[in-house]
C-alpha cells in the first residue's frame, strides 16, 4: 500500500468528548469516526487492526475444530421469549418492531440464535460434540456509553457456543476453548491474565476472564506473585484465618460518638485502629407469589470489620441470600429502632439473620453501633454480649497484602480491561428451548453448552491502554494497521531516495511484508509525528545523506535512536528483524 492510495487523517487534537488513551488517539490517528453515542465507523487504518484481530481469532478457532456461523443482527422476539431474556433483560436490549408490529431484537448476543440451530439440527450423540462461532456486529443499547470503544453501543463480537452430550463432555470443550484462547492472546502480543471469575447462578469454577493488563482499567485483578491464582475481585477470595478467637479483656460499654457515624469517624474519635470497628449493612430477601407478589420478607444482618468493604457477588452465595436487596428506612428502623450509621448486633429490637465475615467472627473487644444516635458499644464480644452469628462466610473484597487462598504468599492487585470472557453454561438454555438429543440408549436428554466470547473491536482499544506514549500508540507487530513503514525523504527532489525506496517497498511487498510507503512528500517532522501517532512498530527513513553514506535508518516505534543499515541489506535485516 502507497500512502498516496490510502486514506489518511491524523489530528493534532482530540475531540473533547474524548475521555481516555485509547479513544483520544483512536481519533487522533484517524482510526474511527464517532456517527452517534457510542457508534463509530471504522476508517481504514482502525479497520486493518479490527481485521488482524478477526484473523488470529478465525485462525485459533478454527484450529481448536470449531465452526465458523453468522447469525442475523436483528433477530425474533419468540426466541428470546423462550428463554425469558426478552423480558428479564433490561433496557440495554435494543427491542424494535417491523411494520407488522412483530417483537425483535438487535442482538447483543445470540444464545437463543445458535440454541434453535443446535435442536432443529443435532438429533444425536453421534453429532456431538460441537462449536459453532460467529464473528459479528452486536447491539447493547448502554445508557451512558463512553470511552470510544471500550463501552460503545455497537461492537463486533466473536462469540462461540459449544454443544455436549453430558457434563464432562463440556468441560473438556471448555478447557479446549481455554487452551485457544491462551494462544489467541500470546500471538496479540499483549500482557494480560486469565482469572477465575463469578460463574453467577449456574455455579461451579468453569468461567474465566481475559483482562489486558493496563493501569487505566476498570476491573480490578487479583493475584498472587509466587504462583498461578489470579482472580477478579468478585471471585477473589483469601486465605481463611487460622488464629482462634482471643478472649475477652474488656467489659462492654457505650460511649458517645455525636456527629460520628462512620467507622473510620468513629473509629479516629475514639482513638482505636479502624480493624477493631465493625461495619453493618442490613440487606433483605422477598418470598413472592406465583403473581409476583411479596408475601413474606426477611431481614439479614451482615457484618464486616470497619476497613473493609463488602462483595456483593459473595454475599449472594450466602444460602438465602440469591436475590438480596438492601433493606427500607422502615425495615430497619422497625428491627434496629435507629437510623443507619449507628447500627449494631447487639440488642435488637427484633430478630433477624446475622451472617458474619470469617474475620468479623475472630474478633474480640469489638466496636460497633449502640443502636442508638450518636453512640457505640465498645468492648463487645461474641457468645457474652450477643449470640454466636447464625452464619459465617466470607463476604468481603480482598485487599492487597491478604494471604493468597493456595498459601503460597501474599496477594497483589492490579488493574485490567476485560476482553474474553469463557463460560460453562450447563444447560440453562437447552433445558428453557427444549434443545434435546438422543443419547446412547436413544433416551432424550438437553445439550450441555459453554460460551465463549472475545470483544473484537474492544480489543484494540484495549491494547492502546497498554501500549502508548506522549507521541502516540505503539502497536505490537501482530495488531499493527502496517508493521512496517518506509519514510523517504524529499523524493520528488532525490531520485535516488525515490528509487531505493521504491525497491525496498516492492522487495518487502514480495516477501509478504505489510509495509506502506509514504509517498505524499510531506515534510519528515510531519511524517514521522503521522507514523508516531498511528504507531507503525517498524519505520525504515530513506534520506539522501544517509545513501551517499551508504545507508538507511531503522527505528523500532519504541527506539529513541536510529539503528544506521546497509542500504544493500536493509531488505534481509528489516525480515530477519520482523522474525526475531
Request: glycine fraction near 8%; hydrophobic fraction near 40%; include cysteine.
Amino acid at each position: 500500500m502507497k500512502a498516496s492510495q490510502f486514506l489518511i487523517s491524523t489530528l493534532k487534537e482530540a475531540p473533547a468528548d474524548a475521555e481516555v488513551v485509547s479513544h483520544k488517539l483512536m481519533m487522533r490517528a484517524g482510526m474511527v469516526k464517532k456517527l452517534g453515542a457510542g457508534i463509530y465507523s471504522y476508517m481504514p487504518m482502525g479497520l486493518r487492526v479490527i481485521r488482524k484481530v478477526e484473523a488470529i481469532v478465525r485462525e485459533e478457532m478454527n484450529r481448536a475444530g470449531a465452526v465458523e456461523i453468522t447469525m442475523p443482527v436483528v433477530q425474533p422476539a419468540e426466541l428470546w421469549q423462550e428463554t425469558g431474556r426478552f423480558e428479564k433483560m433490561g433496557p440495554e436490549l435494543l427491542r424494535i418492531k417491523d411494520r407488522h408490529e412483530r417483537d425483535y431484537v438487535v442482538q447483543p448476543t445470540s444464545e437463543e440464535v445458535v440454541t434453535d440451530i443446535a435442536r432443529q439440527e443435532i438429533k444425536s450423540y453421534k453429532q456431538l460434540p460441537k462449536n459453532l462461532y460467529q464473528i459479528q456486529t452486536k447491539f447493547r443499547d448502554e445508557r451512558r456509553p463512553r470511552f470510544g470503544l471500550l463501552r460503545g453501543r455497537e461492537f463486533t463480537m466473536k462469540d462461540a457456543y459449544s454443544f455436549d452430550r453430558d457434563s464432562e463432555a463440556a468441560k473438556a470443550s471448555y478447557q479446549t476453548m481455554a487452551k485457544a484462547y491462551r494462544r489467541i492472546f500470546d500471538r496479540f502480543g499483549l500482557t494480560y491474565r486469565a482469572v477465575a471469575a463469578d460463574s453467577g447462578a449456574i455455579g461451579g469454577e468453569l468461567s474465566e476472564e481475559f483482562q489486558v493488563i493496563a493501569a487505566t482499567g476498570e476491573d480490578a485483578i487479583v493475584y498472587c506473585p509466587n504462583s498461578d491464582y489470579a482472580a477478579n475481585m468478585e471471585k477473589a477470595e483469601a486465605l481463611a484465618p487460622a488464629v482462634p478467637r482471643a478472649a475477652p479483656t474488656q467489659a462492654m460499654a457505650q460511649v458517645a460518638t455525636p456527629g460520628k457515624s462512620t467507622c473510620v469517624d468513629v473509629a479516629e474519635f475514639l482513638g482505636l485502629p479502624l480493624e477493631q470497628s465493625l461495619k453493618s449493612l442490613v440487606v433483605a430477601t422477598d418470598e413472592r407469589n406465583e403473581q409476583g407478589e411479596v408475601i413474606k420478607s426477611q431481614v439479614w444482618l451482615l457484618l464486616i470489620r470497619g476497613d473493609r468493604s463488602m462483595n456483593e457477588v459473595k454475599v449472594g452465595k450466602v444460602p438465602g441470600l440469591a436475590n438480596f436487596r438492601f433493606a427500607t428506612l422502615a425495615e430497619i428502623d422497625k428491627h434496629f429502632g435507629c437510623e443507619p450509621g449507628y447500627l449494631g448486633p447487639v440488642g435488637l429490637r427484633q430478630a433477624l439473620k446475622v451472617v458474619a465475615d470469617r474475620e468479623v467472627a475472630l474478633m474480640a473487644d469489638f466496636v460497633c453501633g449502640a443502636n442508638v444516635v450518636d453512640a457505640h458499644l465498645s468492648g463487645v464480644n461474641w457468645g457474652r454480649d450477643l449470640r454466636e452469628p447464625d452464619v459465617v462466610a466470607d463476604i468481603r473484597n480482598v485487599v492487597e497484602g491478604d494471604a493468597s487462598p493456595d498459601g503460597k504468599g501474599p496477594l497483589a492487585i492490579e488493574r485490567g480491561i476485560e476482553v474474553g470472557h469463557i463460560f460453562y453454561l450447563g444447560t440453562k438454555y437447552s433445558q428453557a428451548m427444549g434443545a434435546t438429543f438422543l443419547d446412547v440408549n436413544g433416551k432424550p436428554q438437553f445439550m450441555e453448552m459453554g460460551c465463549y466470547g472475545i470483544g473484537i473491536t474492544r480489543l484494540p482499544a484495549a491494547a492502546i491502554e497498554q501500549n502508548h506514549d506522549e507521541r502516540g500508540i505503539v502497536w505490537p507487530d501482530a495488531l499493527a494497521p502496517f508493521t512496517v513503514v518506509l519514510c523517504p525523504i524529499s523524493p520528488d527532489r532525490f531520485a535516488d531516495v525515490k528509487a531505493v525506496a521504491e525497491k525496498l517497498y516492492l522487495d518487502l511487498l514480495d516477501a509478504g511484508v505489510d509495509v506502506i510507503l509514504d509517498d505524499r512528500n510531506e515534510r519528515p517532522g510531519a511524517m514521522f509525528a503521522d507514523w508516531e501517532l498511528i504507531g507503525v512498530p517498524h519505520r525504515l527513513t530513506i534520506g539522501d545523506r544517509a545513501l551517499k553514506e551508504g545507508h538507511v535508518e531503522y527505528q523500532h516505534r519504541r527506539d529513541t535512536e536510529p539503528t544506521k543499515v546497509p542500504v544493500s541489506d536493509a531488505s534481509k535485516w528489516i525480515r530477519s528483524r520482523l522474525q526475531a
